[in-house]
């Protein structure tokens, strides 16, 4: 008998993050990497986080920082994120936020709360596959859900769920700039998916790191907001709306958070308190100081740079790519999705264009919770720096041409 012959029969389902490996490509400097969707760190607002941290231990917050913290999250943080919310058309308080470790904590939370084994979540084709990993432990059946149109009736819906031996507990998706599609919901598709939702009387599970970073194209309010429109207020909601620093501010400081109803706010807490008890509290203070004086700023130098990104990759991709690859358009975000022709297998494609053209992608199959879409990719931009548009994506296309 060994350790791994104990081990819980969920944990099977736990599997290694092809992005995360993918990283560690960036450490060769001749691969031209389009692979890890990550921020730019020369944008990062470097000073000012220094001087929010000599602020925070040279004070008397120095106390609060360096001490544990209530499990719901340092409560000015809290209430300036309420503040961001109501802005965005979601009337709350601090009782409806929750900080987490990253958005993706809050994710693993809203699986272990919601997810019995054998219920289904209903994702869309392809999705976040940290969603998934988050989900995957909890031992859940996926449903196929697309937002433009095409789904199962409710009734066939909750048949899909019975067989599998639950029942159907959310819709979970990323509404602005998917990762990995890059594509961003209609208002109407979101009314859509609060319709849906409705008749099967589950749960939205709204993921909306790049909320902040759109480029072009008109705003579209959360789903969370056209929720609380229509239902009277977040009390009677059944979005919950999970949002991040990471993408704006600075992931290495994992700071995330969830607004819902307090009922769902109360038993994430329970979780968090079983879990690691609270977020950092120094960190908290830092996004606080941080969110204060240059969020604004901030939001507006990462779009005037990604935006610019955007452009230059895409145009590169009209003019280097062979008949034959489609790709999307994002208003914003950090991802372009890239589908081929059905023969092509772009896990095989990856290998031989990192040996060839020393140009690194993510294959799409790890974004489908049934492992189809092996003629995708994603690529990332915001890294994309002069370099990759003059010479990653000709090179890429010049051996696509090899095999379409």
């Not at 507006?300 to 489609?326: F, H, N």
Request: aromatic content about 8%.
């Amino acid at each position: 008998m060994t350790l791994p012959d104990l081990f819980a029969s969920r944990s099977s389902r736990m599997k290694a993050s092809e992005i995360r490996e993918l990283l560690k490509l960036l450490d060769q400097p001749d691969i031209i990497s389009f692979a890890g969707g990550i921020p730019d760190p020369a944008l990062f607002p470097h000073e000012a986080f220094r001087e929010a941290y000599a602020t925070i231990l040279s004070g008397p917050s120095a106390n609060v920082a360096l001490q544990y913290q209530v499990s719901e999250g340092y409560l000015p943080l809290r209430q300036w994120i309420a503040g961001e919310m109501g802005k965005l058309g979601v009337p709350c308080d601090e009782g409806n936020i929750f900080i987490t470790s990253g958005s993706q904590q809050g994710l693993d939370y809203l699986g272990k709360l919601f997810l019995s084994p054998r219920d289904t979540a209903l994702v869309t084709w392809p999705t976040y596959l940290g969603a998934l990993q988050a989900f995957n432990a909890y031992e859940p059946h996926y449903e196929r859900f697309n937002p433009t149109g095409g789904n199962m009736t409710p009734a066939a819906y909750r048949t899909v769920a019975s067989q599998a031996g639950g029942r159907s507990k959310f819709i979970y998706l990323v509404p602005d700039f998917a990762n990995p599609s890059g594509e961003t919901l209609s208002r109407s598709e979101r009314e859509g998916v609060l319709d849906l939702a409705a008749e099967l009387d589950i749960a939205v599970i709204e993921d909306a790191p790049y909320q902040a970073l759109r480029y072009s194209g008109k705003t579209v309010p959360p789903i969370m907001a056209l929720d609380c429109a229509r239902s009277g207020g977040i009390e009677k909601a059944r979005t919950i709306y999970c949002g991040s620093f990471s993408k704006v501010l600075a992931p290495g400081l994992r700071v995330g958070w969830v607004c819902a109803p307090r009922a769902v706010i109360e038993k994430l807490v329970l979780a968090k308190q079983a879990s690691d008890l609270h977020s950092p509290s120094i960190n908290q203070l830092a996004i606080h100081h941080v969110a204060q004086t240059s969020y604004a700023d901030q939001i507006a130098k990462c779009r005037t740079v990604y935006g610019a990104r955007r452009d230059a990759i895409l145009q590169a991709l009209r003019s280097a790519m062979p008949r034959g690859a489609e790709w999307t358009e994002p208003e914003g975000g950090m991802f372009i999705w890239m589908t081929l022709p059905e023969h092509i297998d772009t896990v095989s494609l990856l290998a031989r264009s990192i040996e060839e053209a020393r140009v690194a992608f993510v294959p799409g199959h790890a974004f489908f919770a049934d492992g189809s879409g092996r003629n995708s990719l994603r690529m990332s931009f915001t890294l994309a720096d002069e370099r990759a548009v003059t010479q990653g994506v000709p090179r890429f296309g010049e051996l696509l041409a090899k095999v379409l």
